[in-house]
Protein backbone atom coordinates (compact mmCIF):
# COMPACT_ATOMS: atom_id res chain seq x y z
CA UNK A 1 0.00 0.00 0.00
CA UNK A 2 2.62 2.06 1.26
CA UNK A 3 6.38 1.29 0.43
CA UNK A 4 9.27 3.67 1.58
CA UNK A 5 12.59 2.66 -0.14
CA UNK A 6 16.15 4.30 0.40
CA UNK A 7 14.89 7.57 2.21
CA UNK A 8 17.49 9.73 3.06
CA UNK A 9 16.68 13.33 4.09
CA UNK A 10 19.48 15.86 4.93
CA UNK A 11 19.17 19.49 5.61
CA UNK A 12 22.56 20.96 5.32
CA UNK A 13 25.38 18.97 6.67
CA UNK A 14 22.93 17.26 9.09
CA UNK A 15 21.77 13.85 8.02
CA UNK A 16 18.22 13.53 9.51
CA UNK A 17 16.70 10.40 8.39
CA UNK A 18 19.25 7.80 6.65
CA UNK A 19 18.41 4.57 4.95
CA UNK A 20 14.74 4.24 5.62
CA UNK A 21 13.27 0.86 4.59
CA UNK A 22 9.56 -0.01 5.48
CA UNK A 23 6.44 -1.66 3.47
CA UNK A 24 2.90 -0.65 5.37
CA UNK A 25 0.32 -3.79 3.87
CA UNK A 26 -3.40 -2.57 3.09
CA UNK A 27 -5.57 -3.01 6.28
CA UNK A 28 -2.53 -2.92 8.65
CA UNK A 29 -2.13 -0.87 11.64
CA UNK A 30 1.75 0.09 12.20
CA UNK A 31 3.15 1.90 14.84
CA UNK A 32 6.32 4.10 14.35
CA UNK A 33 7.83 4.88 18.73
CA UNK A 34 11.11 6.51 19.06
CA UNK A 35 12.39 9.56 20.93
CA UNK A 36 11.64 13.20 20.69
CA UNK A 37 13.51 14.43 17.76
CA UNK A 38 14.23 10.82 16.20
CA UNK A 39 12.74 12.15 12.52
CA UNK A 40 9.07 10.32 13.23
CA UNK A 41 7.06 13.68 12.11
CA UNK A 42 9.91 14.69 8.86
CA UNK A 43 8.89 10.80 7.82
CA UNK A 44 5.11 10.98 8.40
CA UNK A 45 5.11 14.32 6.55
CA UNK A 46 6.85 12.66 3.45
CA UNK A 47 4.46 9.50 3.88
CA UNK A 48 2.27 12.82 3.22
CA UNK A 49 4.35 14.25 0.40
CA UNK A 50 4.22 17.34 2.78
CA UNK A 51 8.06 17.14 2.28
CA UNK A 52 10.55 15.69 -0.34
CA UNK A 53 13.42 13.27 0.67
CA UNK A 54 16.54 14.05 -0.05
CA UNK A 55 16.90 10.50 -1.73
CA UNK A 56 14.86 7.56 -2.35
CA UNK A 57 11.13 7.56 -2.25
CA UNK A 58 7.54 6.87 -1.12
CA UNK A 59 5.36 5.43 -3.53
CA UNK A 60 1.54 4.67 -3.04
CA UNK A 61 -0.08 1.34 -4.76
CA UNK A 62 2.80 1.96 -6.53
CA UNK A 63 3.60 5.35 -7.72
CA UNK A 64 5.45 7.53 -6.10
CA UNK A 65 3.93 10.22 -3.56
CA UNK A 66 4.93 13.74 -5.39
CA UNK A 67 2.72 16.03 -3.05
CA UNK A 68 -0.46 15.52 -0.74
CA UNK A 69 -3.58 13.38 -2.13
CA UNK A 70 -6.73 12.94 -1.00
CA UNK A 71 -6.83 8.94 -0.95
CA UNK A 72 -4.06 10.09 2.09
CA UNK A 73 -5.47 11.41 5.19
CA UNK A 74 -3.20 13.14 8.03
CA UNK A 75 -4.46 13.47 11.68
CA UNK A 76 -1.93 16.27 13.77
CA UNK A 77 -0.57 16.26 17.07
CA UNK A 78 -2.44 20.13 17.09
CA UNK A 79 -5.98 19.61 16.90
CA UNK A 80 -6.35 23.34 17.84
CA UNK A 81 -4.46 24.46 14.31
CA UNK A 82 -6.20 21.77 12.21
CA UNK A 83 -9.58 22.72 12.84
CA UNK A 84 -10.96 25.95 11.56
CA UNK A 85 -12.25 28.37 14.33
CA UNK A 86 -14.90 29.41 12.51
CA UNK A 87 -16.95 26.84 11.47
CA UNK A 88 -18.56 24.56 13.56
CA UNK A 89 -18.04 20.92 14.25
CA UNK A 90 -20.43 20.24 11.67
CA UNK A 91 -18.79 22.16 8.87
CA UNK A 92 -15.28 21.45 9.96
CA UNK A 93 -16.45 17.48 8.59
CA UNK A 94 -18.06 18.99 5.67
CA UNK A 95 -14.90 20.55 4.27
CA UNK A 96 -13.61 17.04 3.73
CA UNK A 97 -16.63 16.15 1.59
CA UNK A 98 -16.14 19.89 -0.11
CA UNK A 99 -12.42 18.51 -1.27
CA UNK A 100 -13.92 15.33 -2.10
CA UNK A 101 -16.79 17.20 -4.50
CA UNK A 102 -19.58 15.25 -2.53
CA UNK A 103 -22.99 16.71 -3.62
CA UNK A 104 -24.62 19.42 -1.12
CA UNK A 105 -27.49 16.89 -0.70
CA UNK A 106 -25.54 14.35 0.08
CA UNK A 107 -23.40 15.73 2.59
CA UNK A 108 -25.81 16.74 6.37
CA UNK A 109 -26.24 12.78 6.12
CA UNK A 110 -22.41 11.70 5.99
CA UNK A 111 -21.73 14.49 8.30
CA UNK A 112 -24.43 13.23 10.91
CA UNK A 113 -23.09 9.69 10.66
CA UNK A 114 -19.60 10.67 11.08
CA UNK A 115 -20.39 13.02 13.97
CA UNK A 116 -22.06 10.02 15.37
CA UNK A 117 -19.46 7.48 15.35
CA UNK A 118 -17.01 9.46 17.03
CA UNK A 119 -19.71 10.34 19.24
CA UNK A 120 -20.48 14.45 18.84
CA UNK A 121 -23.57 13.90 17.06
CA UNK A 122 -25.45 16.11 19.95
CA UNK A 123 -22.41 19.22 19.24
CA UNK A 124 -22.73 19.26 15.93
CA UNK A 125 -23.43 23.10 16.24
CA UNK A 126 -20.96 23.74 18.50
CA UNK A 127 -17.68 25.92 17.41
CA UNK A 128 -14.18 24.06 17.61
CA UNK A 129 -13.00 26.29 21.03
CA UNK A 130 -16.16 25.23 22.76
CA UNK A 131 -15.41 21.63 22.84
CA UNK A 132 -12.54 20.08 25.43
CA UNK A 133 -9.21 18.24 23.60
CA UNK A 134 -10.52 15.19 23.44
CA UNK A 135 -13.42 16.02 21.93
CA UNK A 136 -11.41 18.43 19.28
CA UNK A 137 -9.33 15.58 18.67
CA UNK A 138 -12.47 13.20 17.90
CA UNK A 139 -13.45 15.79 15.51
CA UNK A 140 -10.43 15.85 13.68
CA UNK A 141 -10.66 12.19 13.31
CA UNK A 142 -14.35 12.76 11.84
CA UNK A 143 -13.10 15.09 9.23
CA UNK A 144 -9.78 12.22 8.52
CA UNK A 145 -12.61 10.10 8.41
CA UNK A 146 -15.09 11.87 6.11
CA UNK A 147 -12.19 12.05 3.66
CA UNK A 148 -12.53 7.97 2.78
CA UNK A 149 -8.75 8.14 2.84
CA UNK A 150 -6.91 4.68 2.02
CA UNK A 151 -4.47 5.74 4.78
CA UNK A 152 -4.75 7.73 7.60
CA UNK A 153 -1.49 8.87 8.83
CA UNK A 154 -1.34 10.15 12.72
CA UNK A 155 1.38 11.79 14.17
CA UNK A 156 0.95 11.65 18.25
CA UNK A 157 -2.63 12.51 18.05
CA UNK A 158 -3.35 11.86 22.01
CA UNK A 159 0.31 13.37 22.75
CA UNK A 160 -1.54 16.53 24.54
CA UNK A 161 -4.35 14.17 26.07
CA UNK A 162 -4.77 13.24 29.85
CA UNK A 163 -4.59 9.24 30.17
CA UNK A 164 -8.27 8.76 30.70
CA UNK A 165 -9.26 10.61 27.62
CA UNK A 166 -6.34 8.94 26.03
CA UNK A 167 -7.28 5.19 26.47
CA UNK A 168 -11.13 5.93 25.24
CA UNK A 169 -9.73 7.64 22.11
CA UNK A 170 -7.20 4.39 21.75
CA UNK A 171 -10.58 2.54 21.52
CA UNK A 172 -12.32 4.49 19.28
CA UNK A 173 -9.85 4.89 16.37
CA UNK A 174 -9.00 0.60 16.88
CA UNK A 175 -12.60 0.43 16.45
CA UNK A 176 -13.39 3.01 13.23
CA UNK A 177 -9.93 2.06 11.69
CA UNK A 178 -10.96 -2.16 11.47
CA UNK A 179 -14.41 -1.02 10.29
CA UNK A 180 -13.38 0.96 7.58
CA UNK A 181 -10.22 -1.38 6.86
CA UNK A 182 -8.29 2.02 6.68
CA UNK A 183 -4.37 1.28 6.64
CA UNK A 184 -2.68 3.50 9.19
CA UNK A 185 0.94 4.66 10.37
CA UNK A 186 0.15 5.51 13.69
CA UNK A 187 3.12 7.92 15.06
CA UNK A 188 3.57 8.16 18.86
CA UNK A 189 6.46 8.15 21.78
CA UNK A 190 4.20 5.91 24.19
CA UNK A 191 5.40 2.29 23.65
CA UNK A 192 2.16 1.07 25.64
CA UNK A 193 0.25 2.77 23.34
CA UNK A 194 1.92 1.54 20.04
CA UNK A 195 2.01 -2.17 21.70
CA UNK A 196 -2.01 -1.98 22.12
CA UNK A 197 -2.97 -0.24 19.07
CA UNK A 198 -0.38 -1.89 16.52
CA UNK A 199 -0.19 -5.03 14.08
CA UNK A 200 3.47 -4.16 13.99
CA UNK A 201 5.63 -1.82 16.03
CA UNK A 202 8.82 -0.04 14.79
CA UNK A 203 11.22 1.22 16.93
CA UNK A 204 12.95 4.33 15.42
CA UNK A 205 16.96 5.34 16.27
CA UNK A 206 18.01 8.41 16.28
CA UNK A 207 21.22 10.92 15.06
CA UNK A 208 20.27 10.27 11.88
CA UNK A 209 16.74 8.73 12.66
CA UNK A 210 16.39 5.10 11.48
CA UNK A 211 14.17 2.12 11.81
CA UNK A 212 15.98 0.09 14.38
CA UNK A 213 13.18 -2.95 14.55
CA UNK A 214 10.31 -4.22 14.17
CA UNK A 215 7.69 -6.55 16.45
CA UNK A 216 4.79 -7.99 15.04
CA UNK A 217 2.20 -8.01 17.92
CA UNK A 218 0.42 -11.24 18.48
CA UNK A 219 -2.55 -9.59 20.57
CA UNK A 220 -6.34 -10.76 19.72
CA UNK A 221 -8.56 -8.04 18.49
CA UNK A 222 -10.87 -5.87 19.61
CA UNK A 223 -8.03 -5.07 22.32
CA UNK A 224 -9.02 -4.57 25.78
CA UNK A 225 -7.37 -1.48 28.20
CA UNK A 226 -7.72 -4.01 30.85
CA UNK A 227 -6.97 -7.55 29.88
CA UNK A 228 -4.70 -6.42 26.75
CA UNK A 229 -2.17 -4.68 28.88
CA UNK A 230 -2.54 -7.34 31.72
CA UNK A 231 -1.44 -10.02 29.06
CA UNK A 232 2.42 -11.68 29.25
CA UNK A 233 2.66 -10.90 25.56
CA UNK A 234 1.99 -7.44 26.15
CA UNK A 235 4.26 -6.88 29.24
CA UNK A 236 7.09 -8.78 26.87
CA UNK A 237 6.76 -6.52 23.89
CA UNK A 238 7.08 -3.97 26.70
CA UNK A 239 10.14 -5.37 27.86
CA UNK A 240 11.55 -5.83 24.59
CA UNK A 241 10.98 -2.28 23.58
CA UNK A 242 11.77 -0.72 26.57
CA UNK A 243 15.45 -2.12 26.24
CA UNK A 244 15.35 -0.75 22.63
CA UNK A 245 14.02 2.52 23.68
CA UNK A 246 15.12 3.13 27.51
CA UNK A 247 13.70 6.71 29.20
CA UNK A 248 16.18 9.37 28.26
CA UNK A 249 17.55 7.84 25.32
N1 LIG B 1 13.68 21.53 7.80
C1 LIG B 1 14.49 21.25 8.81
N2 LIG B 1 15.64 21.92 8.99
C2 LIG B 1 16.49 21.62 9.98
N3 LIG B 1 16.28 20.67 10.88
C3 LIG B 1 15.14 19.99 10.79
C4 LIG B 1 14.18 20.22 9.76
N4 LIG B 1 13.16 19.37 9.92
C5 LIG B 1 13.45 18.64 11.01
N5 LIG B 1 14.64 19.00 11.53
C6 LIG B 1 15.32 18.36 12.68
O1 LIG B 1 15.16 16.97 12.48
C7 LIG B 1 15.02 16.30 13.70
C8 LIG B 1 13.76 15.48 13.69
O2 LIG B 1 12.62 16.32 13.83
P1 LIG B 1 11.16 15.72 13.95
O3 LIG B 1 10.21 16.84 14.20
O4 LIG B 1 10.86 14.87 12.76
O5 LIG B 1 11.28 14.81 15.25
P2 LIG B 1 10.18 13.97 16.03
O6 LIG B 1 10.68 12.58 16.16
O7 LIG B 1 8.85 14.15 15.39
O8 LIG B 1 10.17 14.63 17.46
P3 LIG B 1 8.97 14.82 18.52
O9 LIG B 1 8.74 13.48 19.15
O10 LIG B 1 9.50 15.80 19.51
O11 LIG B 1 7.77 15.32 17.78
C9 LIG B 1 15.07 17.36 14.79
O12 LIG B 1 16.38 17.39 15.30
C10 LIG B 1 14.72 18.64 14.04
O13 LIG B 1 15.32 19.75 14.67
MG1 LIG C 1 7.04 14.98 16.00
Redesign the pocket.
Known sequence: MLAISGLDFT??S?D?LQGIELAVHEHEFVCIV??????????LRMMAGLLTPTRGEVMFRGAPVSGPRPEIAVVF?DYGRALLPWRTVAGNVELALEARRVPRSERAGIVDEMLARVGLADRKDAFPTQLSGGMQQRLQIARCMAQSPQVLLM??PFGALDAMTRQGLQDEVARLCSESGVTVVF?T?DLEEAIYLGDRVVA?D?HP?RLAETIAIDLERPRNQLTTREDARFLAYRHQLFHLLPPGH
Open positions: VGLIGASGCGKTTLQDEIHMRG
